[in-house]
């Protein structure tokens, strides 16, 4: 597996491409409005900053920061929510009660992020940091029922031919 701070693994893209991708990207208008994210984070600091930079990038999104497992599970079971974020880094968070129910939350995603290095100046840069964005916008997975159903509206539209021999 690679690792992101592997200087191999990313020296082959060159980084004029990368960046103007990451310009490109980072211009494009979206609106996350219909978004819900539940942040989780026990340091002020690193919670402040992540929330900042996560309200930044996804603009529009309602986003919340919690600083313990217990304001966590209190509200998941409260609210809906489609998107939560975790440090791995952090002891117990892998483990957790919370990532538990979480990763059978339906219809969500959860990001981990190492939510140290969100201090640094330059997480505000949104061109900088357009690949972060990226991990928000991986597809949620569709639950069995919602799969029958686009697969019955399917049938319905299809075309078939023994319709039009009358």
């Known amino acids: 597996m690679a690792r992101i701070d592997d200087d191999d693994e990313f020296s082959s893209i060159p980084m004029d491409q990368a960046n103007e991708d990451n310009i490109e990207s980072a211009m494009k208008p979206r609106d996350y409005s219909s978004r819900r994210i539940l942040l989780w984070e026990g ?24 600083a313990t497992e217990a304001e966590a599970l209190q ?24 990532v538990k129910k979480v ?24 061109y900088r940091i357009e690949p972060l964005r ?11 029922d919602e799969e029958t159903d686009a697969e019955s509206e399917s049938d319905e539209d299809s075309f078939d031919e023994d319709d039009l021999k009358d």
Do not use: H, M, Q
């Not at 990226?134 to 069995?144: N, S």
């Open 75 to 98: 509200k998941l079971d409260e609210e809906l929510w489609d998107t939560f974020v975790v440090d791995f880094y952090n002891e117990g968070c892998s483990e957790s009660e919370f």
């Open 134 to 144: 990226k991990l928000f916008e991986i597809e949620k997975p569709k639950a069995e």
């Open 43 to 66: 340091d002020e600091n690193r919670r402040n900053y992540a929330l900042e930079v996560i309200s930044t990038l996804l603009t529009g999104a309602f986003v919340e920061g919690v």
């Open 103 to 126: 990763n059978n939350y339906p219809n969500s995603i959860l990001v981990a992020l190492n939510l140290a290095p969100f201090t640094l100046p330059e997480e505000r840069n949104r």
